[in-house]
C-alpha cells in the first residue's frame, strides 16, 4: 500500500524471516466480509513488483525512535522518515524452554509439530482458541487428551451450544475428505537440511494463514482416525519429565474410555502432566496452543511507548503510537481508540491486513497533511473461517462481548448441517454465529450495521420458514 501511495520513496521491509507472507485469492464476501489465502513467497516477488521496495532480512536488535533510526541484527543501521512496527505476536507457551512443550505460531513451529507427531501415541493439547480447534480436528491415528479452562471448546468463536453441535464431528470415527487446499507451498529454503534446534523455536517466524494445516499431514502411529478426550475447567498444574515422574510415585491415568472407570497407565511416557483437577496423563509431548502476546520486545527498550493491558502498542484511531511518527498495526498493537459499539479487537489474519492497509493510508494522509476517515472495516467485527469443514462467520458482539445481562439470544439449530445464534440488545441485532452454509450473513450484517428496531419480528426472524433475506432486501 505504502509503495503504491509513494511511488519515488523508498520503502524498506525489514523481516527476520527469508519469506514474505502475502495475501492472494482475496475475496470480499460481503461489505465487511472477506476471505483470502495466506501464502509464503520469495521476497523478491515483492521487490520485482513494487521497483521502491527493498527488503532486508534481518531482525530488529534497537529502536532509537528520538534519532529516527533502527538497527537491526546484522549490525546496519536505517534511518527513517515514518515508521509501522507490525511484528505480530509470539506464542504464549504454558512452560518455557521446556522441550515437550510445542508452541505452534508460524510455519516453522507447524513443521516441528508434524515431525514429532508421526512418533507419537498420545499428546495432550492446551488451549481452547482457532489453532486448538482444527489441531484437534485434524489429527488422526494418535490419542488426544485435550484441556481447555472453559466449560465448551471453541469459546474465542462459539458459545457452549455451537460447540455441542460441532462435538460429533470430533468423535466420528470417519475422516471426511477435506476440500482441495489449492496455494501454493513455499518452505524456508534450506530447512530440511539444517535441524532446527528446539530453542529455535523463540525465533519469530510468519504467522500461520487461516488454512494453515492443509498439505500437513497430521498423522501419530496408530491406525484408527479419531480419539479425543476433552478435560474441561483445567488448566496444567505441572509438568514432569519421566525420571521426576518416577521418583513422584504417583500414579497417570489411561486414555479415558466411556464404558470403565479410568485405570492407572502402565506404560511410560517421556513426559506427564498433572492437571489442576488433580488428574495426570503420560505424553509424547505436549502443545501449547494458549494465545498469543504482542512481540513488543525489540522495541521498548529506550522509548517510552504507552503500552495496552494485554501488552501491545497503543495506538490511536490512525494508527499512531505515542511516539512521533511511528505507527502499529496487526498483533502488535492494541486498539485504543474509542470502538464502534459492534466492533472490538481479536488477533486475526483479517484484522491484521485491514490494519495494515489502513496504517499505510493513515501514514500517506500524515505527510501529506491530509484528513482521513476511520477505515469502514472498523465499524462491524466480521470474520469467516472454517472449522471441522463447517463454514463458520461471526459477526458484531458474536459472544455478547461487554452487553452485561442486558441482552437476549435466539437460536436455530439443525443437527449435522447448520447453527444460527443471534444476540439482540432493546430490539436490535449486535452480533451473530452462523455455522454451516446458512446464507445469512449479508442480511444480518445489514440488519447489525444499521441497528433497525427488531422487536416486531420477534422469534420469527429465525423462522426456516421465513425468507428473511428477500424480506430485508
Given at each position: 500500500?505504502?509503495?503504491?501511495?509513494?511511488?519515488?520513496?523508498?520503502?524498506?521491509?525489514?523481516?527476520?524471516?527469508?519469506?514474505?507472507?502475502?495475501?492472494?485469492?482475496?475475496?470480499?464476501?460481503?461489505?465487511?466480509?472477506?476471505?483470502?489465502?495466506?501464502?509464503?513467497?520469495?521476497?523478491?516477488?515483492?521487490?520485482?513488483?513494487?521497483?521502491?521496495?527493498?527488503?532486508?532480512?534481518?531482525?530488529?536488535?534497537?529502536?532509537?525512535?528520538?534519532?529516527?533510526?533502527?538497527?537491526?541484527?546484522?549490525?546496519?543501521?536505517?534511518?527513517?522518515?515514518?515508521?509501522?512496527?507490525?511484528?505480530?505476536?509470539?506464542?504464549?507457551?504454558?512452560?518455557?524452554?521446556?522441550?515437550?512443550?510445542?508452541?505452534?505460531?508460524?510455519?516453522?513451529?507447524?513443521?516441528?509439530?508434524?515431525?514429532?507427531?508421526?512418533?507419537?501415541?498420545?499428546?495432550?493439547?492446551?488451549?481452547?482458541?482457532?489453532?486448538?480447534?482444527?489441531?484437534?480436528?485434524?489429527?488422526?491415528?494418535?490419542?488426544?487428551?485435550?484441556?481447555?479452562?472453559?466449560?465448551?471448546?471453541?469459546?474465542?468463536?462459539?458459545?457452549?451450544?455451537?460447540?455441542?453441535?460441532?462435538?460429533?464431528?470430533?468423535?466420528?470415527?470417519?475422516?471426511?475428505?477435506?476440500?482441495?487446499?489449492?496455494?501454493?507451498?513455499?518452505?524456508?529454503?534450506?530447512?530440511?537440511?539444517?535441524?532446527?534446534?528446539?530453542?529455535?523455536?523463540?525465533?519469530?517466524?510468519?504467522?500461520?494463514?487461516?488454512?494453515?494445516?492443509?498439505?500437513?499431514?497430521?498423522?501419530?502411529?496408530?491406525?484408527?482416525?479419531?480419539?479425543?478426550h476433552?478435560?474441561?475447567?483445567?488448566e496444567?498444574?505441572?509438568?514432569?519429565?519421566?525420571?521426576?515422574?518416577?521418583?513422584?510415585?504417583?500414579?497417570?491415568?489411561?486414555?479415558?474410555?466411556?464404558?470403565?472407570?479410568?485405570e492407572?497407565?502402565?506404560?511410560?511416557?517421556?513426559?506427564?502432566?498433572?492437571?489442576?483437577?488433580?488428574?495426570?496423563?503420560?505424553?509424547n509431548?505436549?502443545?501449547?496452543?494458549?494465545?498469543?502476546v504482542?512481540?513488543?520486545?525489540?522495541?521498548?527498550?529506550?522509548?517510552?511507548f504507552?503500552?495496552g493491558?494485554?501488552?501491545?502498542?497503543k495506538?490511536?484511531?490512525?494508527?499512531?503510537?505515542?511516539?512521533?511518527?511511528?505507527?502499529?498495526?496487526?498483533?502488535?498493537?492494541?486498539?485504543?481508540?474509542?470502538?464502534?459499539?459492534?466492533?472490538?479487537?481479536?488477533?486475526?489474519?483479517?484484522?491484521?491486513?485491514?490494519?495494515?492497509?489502513?496504517?499505510?493510508?493513515?501514514m500517506?494522509?500524515?505527510?501529506?497533511?491530509?484528513?482521513?476517515?476511520?477505515?469502514?472495516?472498523?465499524?462491524?467485527?466480521?470474520?469467516?473461517?472454517?472449522?471441522?469443514?463447517?463454514?463458520?462467520?461471526?459477526?458484531?458482539?458474536?459472544?455478547?462481548?461487554?452487553?452485561?445481562?442486558?441482552?437476549?439470544?435466539?437460536?436455530?439449530?439443525?443437527?449435522?448441517?447448520?447453527?444460527?445464534?443471534?444476540?439482540?440488545?432493546n430490539?436490535?441485532?449486535?452480533?451473530?454465529?452462523?455455522?454451516g452454509?446458512?446464507?445469512?450473513?449479508?442480511?444480518?450484517?445489514?440488519?447489525?450495521?444499521?441497528?433497525?428496531?427488531?422487536?416486531?419480528?420477534?422469534?420469527?426472524?429465525?423462522?426456516?420458514?421465513?425468507?428473511?433475506?428477500?424480506?430485508?432486501?
Amino acid at each position: 500500500k505504502l509503495a503504491v501511495e509513494f511511488p519515488s520513496e523508498d520503502i524498506f521491509l525489514i523481516t527476520a524471516s527469508p519469506v514474505i507472507k502475502a495475501v492472494t485469492n482475496f475475496k470480499q464476501v460481503s461489505k465487511t466480509l472477506e476471505e483470502f489465502d495466506v501464502e509464503e513467497q520469495p521476497s523478491s516477488l515483492l521487490e520485482n513488483r513494487y521497483p521502491n521496495i527493498k527488503v532486508i532480512q534481518s531482525g530488529v536488535k534497537q529502536l532509537k525512535s528520538d534519532e529516527h533510526k533502527i538497527f537491526t541484527e546484522d549490525g546496519k543501521e536505517y534511518i527513517y522518515e515514518k515508521l509501522c512496527l507490525c511484528a505480530g505476536a509470539k506464542p504464549k507457551l504454558i512452560f518455557e524452554g521446556n522441550p515437550y512443550v510445542l508452541g505452534i505460531r508460524d510455519t516453522d513451529s507447524a513443521q516441528a509439530f508434524q515431525k514429532n507427531l508421526a512418533q507419537a501415541e498420545r499428546i495432550v493439547v492446551v488451549g481452547n482458541g482457532g489453532i486448538a480447534l482444527e489441531l484437534v480436528y485434524e489429527i488422526q491415528g494418535c490419542e488426544v487428551i485435550w484441556a481447555i479452562k472453559d466449560k465448551a471448546i471453541g469459546n474465542t468463536f462459539f458459545d457452549a451450544g455451537a460447540a455441542e453441535f460441532l462435538i460429533p464431528k470430533l468423535t466420528a470415527e470417519e475422516q471426511e475428505t477435506p476440500i482441495e487446499c489449492k496455494r501454493t507451498k513455499y518452505t524456508t529454503e534450506g530447512s530440511e537440511e539444517k535441524e532446527r534446534s528446539t530453542s529455535a523455536s523463540d525465533k519469530p517466524g510468519s504467522a500461520l494463514g487461516p488454512d494453515w494445516h492443509e498439505g500437513l499431514h497430521l498423522k501419530g502411529t496408530k491406525e484408527f482416525s479419531h480419539k479425543v478426550h476433552i478435560e474441561i475447567l483445567c488448566e496444567v498444574k505441572k509438568i514432569y519429565i519421566q525420571e521426576e515422574f518416577i521418583q513422584l510415585q504417583r500414579t497417570s491415568l489411561t486414555f479415558p474410555k466411556e464404558e470403565k472407570n479410568v485405570e492407572p497407565d502402565e506404560v511410560l511416557w517421556p513426559v506427564y502432566v498433572e492437571l489442576t483437577n488433580g488428574k495426570i496423563y503420560g505424553c509424547n509431548f505436549i502443545v501449547s496452543a494458549t494465545g498469543v502476546v504482542p512481540n513488543v520486545k525489540p522495541f521498548l527498550d529506550g522509548n517510552n511507548f504507552a503500552v495496552g493491558e494485554d501488552g501491545g502498542l497503543k495506538v490511536d484511531k490512525h494508527m499512531h503510537t505515542s511516539l512521533p511518527d511511528v505507527y502499529a498495526a496487526g498483533d502488535i498493537c492494541t486498539a485504543s481508540w474509542e470502538p464502534s459499539p459492534v466492533w472490538h479487537q481479536m488477533r486475526l489474519w483479517t484484522q491484521a491486513r485491514q490494519m495494515g492497509w489502513y496504517a499505510a493510508k493513515c501514514m500517506a494522509a500524515d505527510t501529506l497533511g491530509e484528513p482521513i476517515d476511520m477505515d469502514f472495516s472498523f465499524e462491524l467485527f466480521a470474520h469467516v473461517t472454517k472449522f471441522f469443514n463447517y463454514k463458520v462467520v461471526v459477526l458484531g458482539k458474536y459472544n455478547a462481548q461487554g452487553l452485561g445481562l442486558d441482552h437476549e439470544l435466539m437460536l436455530r439449530c439443525t443437527k449435522g448441517q447448520e447453527y444460527v445464534k443471534v444476540v439482540m440488545q432493546n430490539g436490535r441485532m449486535m452480533g451473530a454465529v452462523l455455522i454451516g452454509e446458512t446464507d445469512l450473513e449479508e442480511t444480518f450484517e445489514n440488519l447489525i450495521l444499521n441497528q433497525m428496531d427488531l422487536s416486531s419480528y420477534g422469534e420469527d426472524l429465525l423462522n426456516p420458514d421465513i425468507d428473511i433475506e428477500d424480506y430485508f432486501d
